[in-house]
């Protein structure tokens, strides 16, 4: 059974930091992996998707990283800012439309 | 472009009342996800419709729990008799293609749901 799981859970980290989101999951024969971004009470708005042909998938200050084999994928912001703070999940999908989602990682940016 | 629109956007009723939440997908999207989120189980899938049929309803927790999609514009989720244990948010989501993966689906902002 697919079980995804992100660390920190919570990061706490000054204007202008680069940071490393990390995910992982248990069964390395997924056919994307997406990351999301949710802002308190609103949905969950898609950032980027990475297909499992792709190692990497960039989009402005954000890029994301994925290797299958170890089951692993990180998500990294550039030169962070205040309105980048927010819950961030990621989400593997064996190639179905059901999506396994991560516990996500709550970050806060601070001016 | 208007998202995925989900009403109410809160919702507080007695236990045992029947709830109904609504949800219109984006123009043209033929597949629907319906999610709840809670602290304890985080992000679950309910049930997916294709091109307004159930496709997969495994996730649907209890026989209380209903969806329907009459047309590709609408969309119901019906909890009756409703239990404080169905406290959460729920999350209607859309996308194109068959659901297969390969398009980002798009989340509408949810209902948060408080069953007293």
């Known amino acids: 059974k697919q079980e995804v799981t992100q660390i920190p859970a919570a990061l706490s980290v000054p204007e202008g930091e680069n940071l490393v989101l990390n995910c992982s999951f248990t069964?390395?024969?997924?056919?994307?992996l997406q990351w999301f971004r949710q802002d308190p009470g609103k949905g969950l708005t898609s950032l980027l998707l990475?297909?499992?042909?792709?190692r990497e998938q960039t989009s402005g200050r954000l890029n994301a990283s994925l290797d299958k084999s170890s089951g692993r994928s990180t998500l990294y912001i550039a030169a962070s800012q205040p309105g980048d703070s927010a819950t961030y999940l990621c989400?593997?999908?064996?190639?179905?439309?059901?999506?396994?989602f991560g516990t996500g990682t709550r970050l806060k940016v601070l001016a | 472009d208007a998202g995925v629109i989900q009403s109410p956007r809160h919702e507080v009723t007695e236990m045992g009342q029947e709830v109904t939440l609504r949800c219109k997908p984006i123009?043209?999207?033929?597949?629907l996800f319906w999610y709840r989120q809670t602290m304890m189980r985080g992000l679950e899938l309910l049930i997916y419709?294709?091109?307004?049929?159930?496709?997969?309803d495994s996730g649907m927790p209890e026989d209380r729990f209903s969806a329907k999609m009459p047309n590709a514009s609408f969309s119901t989720l019906k909890i009756q008799p409703s239990e404080p244990r169905d406290s959460a948010v729920y999350f209607c989501?859309?996308?194109?293609?068959?659901?297969?993966?390969?398009?980002?689906?798009?989340f509408g902002d949810g209902t948060r749901l408080s069953i007293l």
């Open positions: 989501a859309s996308s194109l293609g068959t659901g297969g993966g390969d398009q980002p689906q798009h």
């Open positions: 069964d390395s024969a997924i056919y994307n």
């Open positions: 990475i297909q499992s042909s792709q």
């Open positions: 989400a593997v999908t064996s190639g179905t439309y059901k999506y396994i």
């Open positions: 123009s043209g999207h033929n597949s």
């Open positions: 419709f294709n091109n307004n049929v159930p496709i997969d």
